[in-house]
Structures are given as C-alpha cells and as structure tokens.
C-alpha cells in the first residue's frame, strides 16, 4: 500500500477503505508516512469530507494509536463531558463536582486554553499546588477514592489525534466536521468513560459559528460513541456572547466557587445545570426531570462545593483559596470600560472578547506563551441589558499596564449598542439524545 495512492483516492472523492485508513494513521504516528504527505491527505479529507464508515474507522485508529485507559476496575458507572471551547467556559469546574456528589463517577481529562478560548487545566492551575499531571494509576485510584478527576493528558492517548491536530493547525485544515468530530471522540474513546455528554457551542465565540453546523458536528460524534457502546447526549449551547461574567483563570475559578455556593442564577448556573442533568439522567437512566431536581439539591446544600473541595484537595490545591476566594493573588493593575452612551447592548463578540483577555495576559496566542492567572475581564455587563453613559460596562485586570489600552479598545469594539431593547436568544438551543 502507498500513501500516494491513498491521497490520490480521496483527492478524486473516492471512499478509502479501513485497510487505508489505518494504513494513514499508523504511518503518521510513527513517522514512516512523511508530514507533508499527511497534510495532503488531511486537504482532501478537508475539501471531499468523508462516508460515516471513514470517519467512525479514523476516530477508532486514532484512538487506538496510544493507550486505552481501562476504567473497568472504578466501581460505579464513568461519565464525561467535553465542551468545544468557548469564553468564560467553566463549566467543567461545576458540572464535575455536582455530578460526582450525585453520585456518578467523573473519570475527565481536560485541555489547555489557545487563542481566543480557555481551557480547564490551565483554570486549575490557577489554584496553587493544583496538580494536573497525575499517571494513568493515580488517575484511577483517585476516582475510586473521592468518586472525581479532573486532570491534564494521562498516558498516551491518541498519540496520533495530537500529531494530525497540529498540522491541521498549521494548514488550514482544522474546519472539516469529520476531523473535528473524530479528533474530539478519538480523545474520549481512549478516556474510557461510559457516558459522554457534549457541550457543542455555537456562535461568535466558537468553532461553529452557525446552529445548522453545531448540529451536524453533534450528530456526527453521538454517532461515534454509540458505534463504540458509549451512552452520548450531546447539548447545543449558544456562544455569541462569553459565559457568565468573568473571563480569566483566577476569576473563572472564583465565578465557579460562587456557583458552587449556591444561591447565584446566571446563564452560567443554567448551562451547568442542564450539561449535569444530561449526564445524571444518562448514567443512572433517571428522567431529566429527577435528574434536574439532584443537580439543584447539589447546590443549594452545598455538597457540590464539597465535591469541589474534595478535587481540589486530593490533587494538592489549597482549599483555603476556595473557602476564601478573596485569598487569590491580585493582578497588579486594574481599569473600569465604561459605557460610551445611554442604550441597550445588543451583542457582543465572544472571540473578540476573548482576544481582548489574551491581550491582558490570561490565554496564549501560542502554545509556548506564559499564561498570567490574575489577568482577565469582569463583564458587568451583557447582550440585553440597559446601561447608562459612563456606567461600568466591564473591569480589565491584568500585570502588564500597558496592555490596557489595547484590550479596552477591543473590547468596545466587540459589544453593538442600540436604542431598542434586543429580543432575547436562547441559551440552550437543543438536546440531542
Ligand atoms: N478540539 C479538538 O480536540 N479537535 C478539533 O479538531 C477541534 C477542537
């Protein structure tokens, strides 16, 4: 077999077998198939898509390109969740520890944030002594322990998800569903956990900017997992404006904290509440309606707090920061945005949002970059809501003074103003089971 027929296959729109598939995903994982011969192939992919069969056959040999993690020997049934990125996504930080003091084993790994969206580890992180490396045997025993994990990459996993991932990165080739797909579910699968509810966003913020394309990519990875016996749900989120209010690791955390406590409505609390209820009703076949009613138990009678502080304790955080958030580390400079005129924000750009905490220090434009945990904005305010001219629109913290300007010019040209008041969108667009 030759890679060059493989490419010249897909190029002319023909569909590869799986003998061609796993040829491509061995050859690319152990170099024998060269970087630019991969990115050819990974071009078609991108531009003919693929059949059903290619893509649940790339996503299985990516998987198994590296380590399986055997779950088997955690009592009780696992869940997962993955979000596909978004700004002030912190939902993991809430939604692990509510179901886990349900009762549902929370085995999840979790990524670093790049460009405009964050990510879980790097939010951990911001908690001293949090440690997010933790080997596949601690891992395990910690979830049979305290019933919850959350870590970085443990093992190798889809050693070959990282290697095509990077180069789609650098080629323009990361936009194709069934790439998306496959290399989301590659990462799951090799996870091990039996139950995977999926926060797929869509809008501004997100990699689907469209509803129709968060759709398909959805159906596409419940697809997946059902083909390999996992239990999936997957929920369609809206991602034109950031997530709750505070956008910046240190202040994710605290914003997460708050949740945790009980006692705070915000599209933030009904997200985690509905991505929780998914996963309590999936795993322990309960409606969504009883399973709702344990999730809300959870945070008023601050037993997902608990679990919060069990997380943070078992993986060496110190919890005295969670008991008092106050304790966190403070950035050094700070400026209020206020509002240019009397009016209503009618929308406002997630990514462009995003951009502007980058600017501050609290994400990376690339992957070597240093990340500054007390960097970030507090949006005061969001889509819908009336301001006043010179009222607080959002706060900016950040160590590097002069990046301020920048990232206040930015976020002001993210946010539209009008007269009238907006009509209201959805928060949760569907539920697909
Ligand atoms: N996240 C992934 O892990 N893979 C993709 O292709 C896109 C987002």
Redesign the pocket.
């Known amino acids: 077999m030759r890679i060059y027929d493989i490419i010249a296959k897909k190029r002319d729109g023909f569909e590869l077998t799986d003998e061609e598939i796993a040829f491509f995903v061995r050859g690319c994982t152990d170099k024998s198939i060269v970087d630019y011969q991969t990115t050819a192939l990974l071009m078609a992919i991108y531009l003919n898509g693929m059949t059903d069969r290619e893509m649940i056959t790339l996503t299985n040999e990516m998987a198994h390109s590296g380590d399986m993690l055997d779950l088997s020997s955690i009592q009780g049934i696992t869940a997962d969740k993955h979000s596909?990125?978004g700004v002030g996504d912190k939902t993991t930080l809430i939604v692990a520890p509510i179901v886990a003091s349900c009762g549902v084993k929370i085995a999840k790994l979790s990524g670093r944030g790049l460009g405009h969206t964050g990510g879980t580890v790097d939010k951990l992180e911001a908690i001293d002594g949090f440690r997010v490396s933790l080997s596949p045997e601690e891992f395990i025993c910690q979830v049979n322990e305290i019933g919850i994990c959350v870590t970085g990459q443990t093992g190798n996993l889809a050693p070959a998800d990282k290697i095509i991932?990077g180069l789609r990165d650098a080629t323009a080739t990361?936009g194709s569903i069934p790439?998306?797909a496959s290399?989301?579910m590659s990462?799951k699968l090799a996870a091990g956990a039996e139950c995977i509810v999926l926060d797929v966003k869509a809008g501004s913020g997100a990699?689907m900017k469209t509803l129709d394309e968060a759709k398909a990519l959805s159906q596409k990875m419940i697809d997946i997992g059902k083909a390999n016996g996992r239990k999936m749900a997957a929920v369609l989120s809206d991602m034109d404006t950031p997530l709750g209010k505070n956008i910046g690791n240190t202040l994710e955390v605290i914003e997460a904290v708050d949740v945790l406590k009980g006692g705070v409505q915000s599209d933030l609390t009904e997200v985690c509440v509905v991505l929780a209820s998914n996963i309590l009703s999936l795993a322990k076949a309960i409606s969504l309606d009883e399973a709702e009613k344990q999730v809300r138990r959870s945070l008023s009678d601050g037993s997902a707090y608990e679990a919060f502080k069990a997380l943070v304790k078992a993986q060496g955080g110190d919890t005295s920061l969670i008991e008092n958030t106050d304790r966190f580390k403070k950035a050094a400079f700070y400026r209020e945005v206020p509002s240019p005129a009397d009016s209503y924000i009618s929308s406002m750009n997630a990514e462009t949002i995003g951009l502007s905490s980058v600017v501050l220090g609290a994400g990376r434009k690339t992957k070597e970059d240093v990340i500054d945990y007390t960097a970030g904005i507090i949006l005061e305010k969001k889509t819908g809501e009336e301001v006043k001219k010179g009222e607080v629109l959002a706060r900016l913290y950040t160590n590097n003074a002069d990046s301020l300007d920048e990232s206040e010019r930015m976020l002001l040209s993210a946010l539209k103003f009008s007269k009238e008041k907006p009509v209201a969108k959805p928060l949760i667009y569907d539920v697909m089971r």
């Open positions: 596909t990125g991932y990361v790439l998306i290399s989301i990462k990699f």
